[in-house]
């Protein structure tokens, strides 16, 4: 084994040489297509949420659960993505203050709403598929 050592070194010498000299264009394109529709979600969310919800739930203004506030989020998913999603769409007054419909602009689709707590969802380290109820012993 040992007295093959000199020819890996020297395979993977020339591996790494030629995919070096791939030129750059040839490589990036495959790179960018693999955005997956969870990504692109994410990042439709994302615009959606800093243009219209960030104003409230990036500093917590008036009892909104923070972005990426574990403690805060913890309890509200467990009651399932389907509940949080209607409540974002139709708005609700909560024990912490009025979460007012669609973050109170009427002008954004169901869809986009989603998208946006979908993002918000995801900053808690869950993934942003449908699965409703993830185990809350992750976020204690
Ligand atoms: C004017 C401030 C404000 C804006 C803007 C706002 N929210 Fe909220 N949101 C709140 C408050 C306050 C709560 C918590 C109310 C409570 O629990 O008593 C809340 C709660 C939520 C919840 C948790 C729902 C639940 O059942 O507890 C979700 C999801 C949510 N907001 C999504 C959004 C989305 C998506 C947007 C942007 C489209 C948005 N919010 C914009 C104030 C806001």
């Known amino acids: 084994m040992k007295r093959l050592m000199p020819f890996f070194m020297v395979a993977i010498f020339f591996l790494g040489a030629c995919s070096a000299e791939q ?10 297509k693999q955005a997956t529709p969870e990504q692109l979600t994410l990042a439709a969310g994302q615009k959606i949420y ?3 919800c960030a104003g409230c739930h990036d500093s917590g203004v008036g009892g909104a659960p923070k972005l990426g ?3 805060a989020w913890n309890g509200l998913l467990s009651r399932g993505k389907d509940f949080l999603l209607q409540h974002a ?7 912490k203050g ?10 954004l689709s169901d869809e986009e709403v989603k998208n946006a707590t979908t993002y918000m969802i995801s900053k808690l380290g869950v993934r942003s598929s449908d699965d ?3 185990p809350m012993e992750k976020y204690q």
């Open 23 to 32: 030129p750059p264009g040839k490589v990036e394109p495959t790179a960018s």
């Open 69 to 71: 506030d574990k403690k």
């Open 50 to 52: 800093e243009s219209n």
């Open 89 to 95: 769409i139709q708005g609700f007054e909560g024990k």
């Open 98 to 107: 009025a979460m007012p419909p669609k973050g109170g602009n009427e002008s």
């Open 132 to 134: 409703n109820r993830e």
